[in-house]
């Protein structure tokens, strides 16, 4: 799997789409993977839909009584996730043979007469997006959620319900643009002080091949 090279912080008083468009311009992403957020639809080439938040809407079902398909589609999600973690141990072949088994197991799950509410509601849910539940069976570069952004995006949110949010364009830009700096340092082994000194005073090719 391809390792994360780069974190980019962007603060905006909407969640819409336009957030998203404006960042990537006309980029596009082989594979865009998010959660089912009307907003983070139609960005890349393909979507992977992560497997963590379809986890909690099928316990959500089941909490609210459905034993029918959300009991089910849990497992084979679970199935899934664990395939996932052993894709650098599987073959190309074993992989496409473990995305058929997947697909037919679902398609016999979402045959089933399901009667509660919820667990009907998330059976269309997933009618919707049930082709965007496996790409990263023959992707190896994809993962299964998109917890490395949540991750990221942990202490922004702490920040924001700490402070009540900025209180100024500029203020709101600077902290985006620093914890991009420290988040993406982060992920080539430097500090804090060592990334952000690193873009005030970048270092020259004689510095760094002394």
């Known amino acids: 799997m391809n390792r994360a090279t780069s974190i980019y912080h962007v603060i905006a008083d909407t969640r819409g789409a336009c957030v998203i468009t404006d960042f990537l311009g006309d980029a596009q992403p082989d594979v865009w ?41 849990k497992a084979l999600l679970k199935r899934a996730c664990n395939i996932g973690k052993r894709r650098d141990r599987l073959k190309d072949a074993t992989l496409l043979d473990y ?45 299964t959620t998109n917890n490395g952004s ?23 830009k600077l902290y985006a643009a620093t914890v991009s700096v420290i988040a993406t340092g982060k992920l080539h082994g430097k500090t804090a002080l060592k990334a952000i000194a690193d873009v005030i005073n970048p270092p020259t090719v004689l510095n760094r091949a002394a």
């Open 33 to 73: 993977v998010a959660d089912r957020y009307g907003a983070q639809n139609g960005h890349g080439k393909q979507r992977q839909v992560c497997l963590a938040h379809l986890l909690r809407d099928a316990q959500y079902a089941i909490d609210c009584g459905d034993m029918v398909f959300a009991p089910a589609f």
């Open 99 to 143: 995305h058929r088994r997947l697909d037919r197991d679902l398609t016999d799950l979402l045959r089933r007469n399901v009667v509660h509410p919820q667990g009907r509601k998330l059976v269309r849910a997933i009618k919707k997006c049930r082709n965007d539940l496996f790409v990263f069976m023959t992707r190896r570069d994809v993962p």
């Open 150 to 172: 949540e991750r990221a995006l942990r202490m922004s949110v702490i920040f924001r319900k700490v402070t009540g949010c900025f209180r100024s364009v500029w203020g709101a």
